[in-house]
């Protein structure tokens, strides 16, 4: 996951939006990050929903901190 967030290729993100819901919150964590990295709106997009459906209060929080960076940016 470290590589994908260096690499910021919007390729990955079809791959990535399929880990966001994965059962080890510690993987969603990397996968959020990595989609942060990115930063496309699909991206976003992704985050958006997975913070609607997450139930990990710290995972909640890292996406929050990755809509918010994406928000600021723009």
Known sequence: LELIKCLN???????????????????????????????TEKAAAVLSQAMREEKDKMTRMCIK???HKLKTKR
Do not use: F, M, Y
């Open 9 to 39: 290729r919007e390729e990955l993100l079809d791959p990535l939006s399929l880990l966001v819901t994965h059962k080890n919150p510690l993987i969603r964590r990397g996968v959020i990050l990595a989609l942060g990295s990115i930063g």
């Open 65 to 67: 901190d990755e809509l």
